[in-house]
């Protein structure tokens, strides 16, 4: 409990608040504290006495006090950026190093730049941030060195683990599925999927150069793609980037041919890709009426880049089987980034944010179809379709 003095008139606390700073400047802090202190037994201290009174305590080496005094301004203003800078580095003074980041990592929430700010402002506010980033590197050395103690290995252990470690020390972010539009509930976040989840990739994979050879001769009549945003805006998913800009720079560095578009074959390109289709027969398409399977030929130009971006729903997940992969291509999903390799396929949710890029000097083309996620029942299923038909149906009267 507090226990007040006397009451100081206005003119009283001013004279005391300015002779504390003078005591402080002078390298006083024992006189400086008594004076800072007679304030806040009077009840009258502000802020920037119980501020001034923190720096008092500093010089003095009492660190405790310090904190104590700080922590009084932060109990009513979490946001203080001064107050936030000075209980962090009175933290790191007295070993509480792990509690330190957090103030630290909130002032830079609070001034995310430093640029245009006043230099003795901003050289402070860049401190800490170094000093941030040495107890962060200082965070992951250490933990990464336990670890390893305990039988981690960076190669062989469990992938899973390493990404925890690396998102627990900062050095990668933590993705969640965002779909667009619908949400199904206690569907994992996986970024990729474990290709030996699905025994149907083998005959898919095997039909990679009856495939490509179906797929020739319509990239050289060059008539059969069309720009794929085109198409995706007619579904309101994948029209902006997660940035809300444009998700390409050119609607034709990104189009598409399609065998099936909301469940219909498109004839003659079909007709043409018998092979094509065939490989697909033992996969579990995503079947909703009027709006699925499809399964398309992508192409991305040289130079092409899909910005970041999230898919429409995750009861399903979406498969890549490359075909044509000039070097310099990859694909990330969440923190894995992957490069195409002609004939080897994946499975992803893209309801975890994604992009690709196309830094080779040749043309991308995968073949792309959607599937059930391998975790819904098949009454789960049956009703997500009826739902999206639902949905699609729907007119407003």
């Known amino acids: 409990m507090t226990t007040f003095g006397a009451a100081m008139s206005p003119a009283a606390v001013d004279a005391a608040g300015q002779a504390g700073m003078a005591a402080l400047r002078a390298g006083d802090p024992a006189t400086a504290i008594a004076k800072f202190q007679s304030i806040v037994l009077a009840g009258a201290a502000d802020a920037a006495v119980l501020l001034a009174l923190s720096m008092a305590y500093q010089v003095s080496g009492d660190r405790k006090s310090e904190i104590a005094a700080v922590t009084q301004v932060l109990e009513k203003d979490p946001d203080n950026i001064r107050a936030n800078l000075i209980k962090a580095d009175a933290l790191v003074a007295l070993g509480s190093k792990r509690a330190a980041m957090g103030f630290y990592a909130h002032l830079e929430v609070l001034v995310p730049v430093t640029d245009g700010l006043p230099p003795a402002i901003a050289a402070e506010l860049n401190r800490a941030r170094q000093a941030h980033a040495q107890l962060k590197q200082g965070l992951s050395d250490y933990l990464l060195a336990e670890v390893e103690k305990a039988g981690f290995h960076p190669i062989r252990s469990s992938r899973r683990f390493g990404d925890s470690l690396d998102i627990l020390t900062g050095r990668k972010q933590r993705y969640m599925p965002t779909p667009r539009a619908y949400f199904f509930p206690e569907l994992p976040a996986i970024e990729f999927y474990d290709r030996a989840r699905f025994t149907w990739l083998d005959p898919v994979e095997a039909a990679t150069d009856d495939i490509c050879a179906e797929l020739m001769p319509l990239l050289e009549e060059g008539t059969h793609f069309g720009p794929y945003i085109e198409v995706e805006a007619e579904k309101s998913s994948h029209v902006v980037a997660s940035s809300g800009k444009a998700l390409i720079s050119s609607p034709e ?20 890709c018998p092979k094509t289709l065939a490989a697909l027969d033992e996969v579990p398409l995503e079947t909703i009426e009027g709006r699925a399977p499809f399964v398309l030929f992508s192409r991305l130009t040289p130079g092409a880049w899909i910005a970041p971006h999230t898919g429409f729903l995750n009861s399903r997940l979406v498969c890549h089987l490359p075909l044509s992969v000039p070097d310099g291509c990859w694909f990330r999903v969440g923190n894995q980034v992957r490069l195409w390799e002609r004939g080897k396929a994946w499975v992803f949710d893209d309801t975890i944010e ?3 890029r196309n830094q080779g000097t040749g043309t991308r083309v995968v073949l792309i179809f959607n599937i059930w996620h391998p975790d819904l029942t098949e009454e789960e299923r049956h009703l997500v379709a009826a739902l999206m038909t639902a949905v699609e149906t729907f007119e407003v009267t």
């Open 354 to 356: 994604h992009e690709a």
């Open 253 to 272: 560095d990104w189009t598409a041919a399609y065998l099936i578009r909301d469940g219909k074959h498109q004839t003659p390109l079909a007709e043409r």
